[in-house]
């Protein structure tokens, strides 16, 4: 009798299977049954592990950088210019694992001669802006297309850190502050993006929420509150996404490197969670060989900004020595693989061909409109109609293009660096503005109004400018990077520039493109704020649209603006612990953003969730009831205006009787779009953990039984509806679902 062992790995026996599958019974599918389709991504990836030297199989557990660092040049095989390459195994049709950066496009590291051009969408704070998930799957889709196209097959796209603190530097890489819009944005995303047969991955976990200190600095937070704030994004995101991989993060968690923390990597993440693909390090974050191996890190990124090469010849070691074992090489070699027959990485290899930019870029520009926000609008000064025949356009190098974020995610778009040599020229720069100028977009749309450009340097001339014109519109721009955190103040004067232009002209807009949050000491003398963030490859044009009524402003803040730092939960970010060593305590536990500023009675700038339309919207019928087990909040959305647009409708959720960590939590949303006078019912299902605190001591999260408050409204801080529903005590396990 043959073993079960041997059946699985007979080559004759599997044909004999797959021959009712899709595949017919070839002879390279005798002698290479893992390629066989039919059979589930674990079968496949035993199949071939068993056939694999520990060589082999070590191949597989690191990466090298894509492009020239230091003494190190990259392998044969290597993409230029990219993320990263782990080699593959030809001898048993395993394709290497090309890598490339980011959410934002396909990226190009910056020290390559070789640009890569990619399609660049809005930042991820935009995208999350748009409150959309059906656009950022497409978006995704879109970016994973070119990543295919351009030779890719792991995009490292999927960053769902928390923005604890609207200075840090990568926020414009995240989606807000809030776990539920958070993970269900970034989720999307990464749908979108392995809906191309590619891997997407999900970073960076977990808390690095900011950029001070974040290789060496020791991160301390409640797990429990952990698990209702940053981590519940990571979760969202993990069980919608279901990415291929996971990697972790730079800094320390409660004293160990979240690359050699076994909490976060095997509790959390398999124990709790069950996830199944594999975690990939962060670039520069791996510390060590056996105690990265053992705690759940299954493959090393980007091996020469380490200390050393720890996942080949140190673990090789580490292994010899007994310190790591064969069967934990094994799983991480098999974790791997799965994911890559999983996604469809060996099925569907990736081949270069032609993108089609001006399609993708249509993308792109939804984004930008439906993700830009409209703080305010006095007067109605927006959009400009026939009467505006003068516009002033001033400053943020409106004549050339809009600005990006730096570093890992910048991508090159078609047409270049429309403002190069900026400094800084080194990392953490290039400073990048994709060419999509403001100005030529509104020349386009103005109708035969006579447009005219300050650059901004003069503020007295641009004030002069103003003063002639019937409109002003001022571009203000913050640039913010990876690996630096920046301050909340416009820099270089602009405050000063704005407050000129506006005592001039009283029909004054300011345009912001900045990574996240800023301070607007001029806002009571301006008519209108866009917040464009950084819009992307067709930003200008987005703009110019939403400036003339083309499209409506349907963008909603994923993140508190605050009125200074002395309300954010650390003013300081740089903090150390008695040894001198750089820490973030995270005293605020879940009490996140919003939840912040409400459980503390603060008052901010702009309230998470706010966004204006061109049109006015009111919400009634409220019905909270329980349909299964689950809260459903039912409600009529009506277009009260004269000009048709898309509203964001939000549901709040709290205890009557309190005890949670803020005074309510998103629920849930509905984007909905309608013409004037139209009504729509919709209907939001509110995740149960939602409505749960979570305790490791009590198994997981647990609904306490009484009361509960539903509210509808346009913010977090403008709730128009309320209802109350009676829930029972409902237990829920840690683990993903869905
Ligand atoms: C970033 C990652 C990125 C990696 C590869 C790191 O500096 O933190 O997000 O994926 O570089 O470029």
Redo the contacts with the bound molecule.
């Keep these: 009798m043959p073993s079960r062992r041997s059946l699985l790995v007979s080559g004759a026996s599997l044909c004999g299977l797959a021959a009712v599958g899709t595949l017919g019974c070839t002879p390279q599918r005798r002698s290479r049954p893992w390629l066989d389709a039919s059979l589930s991504p674990d079968t496949r990836a035993r199949l071939v592990l068993a056939q694999m030297t520990r060589e082999e199989k070590i191949s597989l557990l690191s990466g090298f950088f894509g492009s020239k660092r230091e003494k190190y040049a990259p392998p044969p095989g290597v993409r230029k210019g990219s993320?990263?390459y782990v080699p593959g195994v030809p001898r048993l049709g395993i394709p290497p694992q090309w890598q490339t950066?980011?959410g934002l496009g396909v990226a190009a590291?910056r020290d390559a001669k070789h640009k890569r051009n990619g399609t660049a969408l809005p930042s991820g704070l935009a995208m999350a802006a748009t409150w959309d998930p059906e656009l950022a799957y497409r978006a995704g889709a879109m970016i994973g297309a070119e990543a295919r196209a351009s030779g890719f097959n792991v995009m490292?796209a999927g960053?769902v850190n928390l923005v604890r603190d609207p200075r840090s530097g990568r926020n414009f890489e995240y989606a807000g502050e809030d776990p539920l819009l958070a993970g269900v944005m970034v989720g999307a995303q990464v749908r979108g993006v392995q809906s191309n047969r590619i891997i997407s991955t999900v970073?960076?976990f977990a808390f690095n929420d900011q950029e001070t200190d974040r290789e060496s600095a020791d991160v301390q937070v409640d797990p429990d509150q952990a698990r209702m704030s940053d981590l519940l994004a990571f979760q969202l995101a993990i069980e919608q996404g279901d990415p291929g991989a996971v990697?972790c993060a730079?800094n320390r968690v409660d004293g160990d490197y979240a690359c050699e923390s076994r909490r976060l990597l095997s509790d959390v993440l398999r124990r709790d969670w069950g996830w199944k693909g594999y975690v990939m390090s962060?670039?520069?974050a791996t510390h060590s060989a056996a105690k990265a191996a053992n705690a759940g890190l299954d493959q090393q990124?980007?091996r020469p900004f380490d200390a050393k090469p720890y996942f080949a010849r140190p673990l090789r070691v580490a292994v010899a020595r007994g310190e790591v074992s064969p069967a934990r090489l094994d799983e991480m070699a098999h974790r791997i693989l799965r994911s890559m027959f999983a996604k469809g990485l060996i099925d569907d290899p990736v081949r270069r061909s032609p993108l089609d930019f001006a399609a993708d870029a249509a993308v792109a520009q939804q984004a930008a409109e439906e993700g830009t926000v409209l703080l305010k609008n006095a007067g109605g000064a927006l959009p400009f109609g026939p009467g505006i025949r003068r516009i002033a356009v001033i400053g943020g190098r409106a004549d050339k293009g809009v600005l990006a974020g730096g570093?890992?995610?910048v991508v090159y778009a078609p047409g270049g660096n429309a403002v190069p040599g900026l400094a800084p020229t080194e990392w953490p720069g290039p400073v990048m503005y994709h060419p999509s100028p403001p100005l030529t977009a509104i020349k386009a749309r103005a109708d035969g109004a006579e447009v005219a450009f300050a650059d901004g340097r003069d503020p007295a001339a641009a004030a002069r400018l103003a003063a002639g014109s019937d409109a002003a519109v001022v571009f203000a721009t913050l640039w913010s990077a990876?690996s630096v955190d920046s301050a909340l103040e416009l820099p270089d004067r602009q405050d000063a520039l704005i407050a000129a232009v506006a005592a001039a002209n009283p029909r004054t807009v300011v345009v912001l493109e900045t990574g996240g949050p800023v301070l607007m000491p001029w806002l009571d003398q301006v008519a209108a704020v866009l917040e464009a963030w950084y819009p992307g490859i067709r930003g200008g044009e987005a703009i110019a649209d939403l400036l003339f009524g083309r499209s409506d402003p349907s963008g909603r803040l994923p993140v508190t603006f605050p009125r200074d730092v002395s309300q954010l939960p650390r003013p300081n970010l740089r903090e150390t612990d008695a040894r001198g060593q750089p820490v973030v305590r995270y005293t605020e536990g879940a009490t996140v953003g919003y939840k912040w500023f409400d459980a503390r009675g603060l008052e901010p700038l702009f309230p998470f969730g706010h966004g204006l339309s061109y049109t006015t919207f009111a919400y009634d019928g409220l019905a909270a009831e329980l349909q299964g087990q689950d809260l459903v909040a039912s409600f009529g959305v009506r277009n009260t205006g004269r000009r048709a647009g898309l509203d964001v409708a939000q549901v709040y959720v709290s205890p009557q009787a309190g005890g949670w960590e803020a005074p309510r939590r998103l629920g849930g949303w509905k984007k909905v779009s309608l013409q004037p006078g139209e009504t729509v019912r919709v209907s939001v299902r509110v995740d149960p953990r939602l409505l749960a605190v979570f305790k490791a001591a009590e198994g997981g999260w647990r609904i306490a039984p009484g009361v509960y408050k539903v509210e509808v409204g346009a913010s977090s801080r403008d709730l128009k509806l309320a209802a109350t529903v009676e829930l029972a005590e409902r237990r829920l396990p840690a683990a993903l679902t869905g």
């Design positions: 993320a990263g950066d980011a590291q490292l960053g970073k960076h990697m730079y962060d670039w520069g990124s980007g570093v890992s995610s990876e």
